[in-house]
């Protein structure tokens, strides 16, 4: 299963310690150090197919062989303009998307980061020992102010905060989709840091990308990732969207007007993308896919992406329809606590390293 998952870095740099997710095949539940997985989502708008693709599928997967704990990054959220109302609903809307998918509470710890404080002491802690240069580098900031989000504290130290996240509990791999690798860099570099002036207390986490899908591009806009904040909803399809729209949006993503299926990420986006989506549904691969389709036509080539797509999605709207708000509200209650007694001691070590052990 994990194979279908094994890493290519297509021609980019392997400055961050991306993993092999072969490497961690052979381990099992019953291994006594498992190493331990973290990562979060922010529960801004819907879950879309780049999402699941890129990250829960893995987060799913690899409950089977991980200490897995998931996060819903609410204190993340509040670095853009949001409504408090929205927040709280987006929080129990997430955490029940993610129960659908399967993200299982007996075998993972899925919770809100308000619940445990600890993650915002952490980041001021680690903040004192982030550079400005570092920091002025975040493509992400970039972005997202340049897109409108004003600018402010807590969104230009928001790699701050998620390096706080993962190495609260020091976790060992973070899968992540493409768009969080330098985000990973950071947290990597700020637990060097903090190793090498207070003692080893962290491991150096790993990131966790898949080889397809990594990066699901938007279907009105092939250079660009689909993303939950696009105001096209064309732009994307939801996990939770009726089977009719996620055709439709498959069928008018844009293409080319070249009819030949092939992969060419420079010259024909549209069409790699729908292979890439299309092999990371099926498990087939892009090469075997191109070798059906070359010359099918898009109409037929979309419409059995369309079915893939269909097909991976299926299970998850039955399941999220049996859920109710108050079962995610106790899952979430439950997994805070638990969090929240993982780190505190955790964090008591961090304290005692820095020279703040103090009296709580
Ligand atoms: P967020 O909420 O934007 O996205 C959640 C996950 O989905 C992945 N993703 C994609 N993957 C492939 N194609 C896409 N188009 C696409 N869009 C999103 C993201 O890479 C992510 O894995 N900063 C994080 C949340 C975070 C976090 C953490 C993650 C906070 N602390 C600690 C890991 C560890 C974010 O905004 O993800």
């Not at 020091?170 to 002036?197: C, K, M, S």
């Not at 399809?237 to 069928?251: M, N, P, T």
Request: include cysteine.
């Amino acid at each position: 299963m994990l194979d279908r998952y094994a890493l290519s870095l297509r021609g980019r740099s392997r400055t961050v310690g991306i993993i092999v997710p072969d490497d961690h095949k052979e381990q099992t539940v019953s291994d006594t150090n498992r190493q331990r997985i973290f990562s979060g989502v922010q529960p801004t708008g819907n879950i879309h197919l780049g999402n699941y693709l890129g990250a829960f599928r893995n987060w799913v997967s690899l409950q089977d062989s991980f200490d897995t704990i998931y996060c819903i990054v609410d204190l993340h959220a509040m670095t853009a303009d949001y409504d408090p109302v929205a927040l709280e609903k987006s929080r129990i809307e997430t955490a029940k998307v993610l129960l659908a998918l399967g993200v299982d509470p007996d075998r993972s710890l899925l919770y809100t980061q308000s619940q445990v404080m600890e993650h915002a002491e952490l980041a001021w802690i680690l903040g004192t020992m982030a550079p400005m240069g570092v920091l002025n580098r975040m493509t992400q900031f970039k972005d997202k102010t340049a897109m409108g989000v004003a600018s402010n504290l807590g969104l230009y130290s928001y790699p701050v905060l998620m390096a706080a996240d993962i190495l609260l509990y020091r976790a060992n791999l973070v899968p992540v989709g493409e768009d969080q690798r330098q985000h990973i860099e950071v947290t990597r570099d700020l637990a060097e840091r903090f190793n090498n002036r207070f003692g080893d207390l962290f491991p150096i986490p790993d990131g966790y990308i898949p080889e397809t899908s990594a990066r699901v591009m938007s279907f009105t806009d092939p250079a660009s990732k689909m993303s939950k904040s696009d105001a096209k909803e064309k732009s994307r399809i939801l996990i939770l969207d009726d089977q009719d729209v996620i055709r439709k949006r498959i069928r008018s993503a844009v293409t080319d007007s070249d009819p030949e299926v092939r992969y060419d990420v420079d010259t024909k986006p549209g069409i790699a993308n729908l292979l890439e989506i299309m092999s990371a549904c099926t498990g087939r691969s892009v090469d075997d896919l191109v070798d059906e389709y070359s010359g099918a036509g898009y109409g037929a080539f979309k419409d059995a992406v369309a079915d893939a797509v269909l097909e991976e999605l299926a299970p998850f709207k039955p399941r999220y329809k049996a859920l109710t708000n108050g079962d995610v509200r106790a899952v979430l209650a439950e997994g805070g606590g638990r969090a929240r007694e993982l780190a505190g001691p955790y964090e008591a070590e961090v304290r005692k390293a820095v020279g703040i052990k103090g009296y709580r």
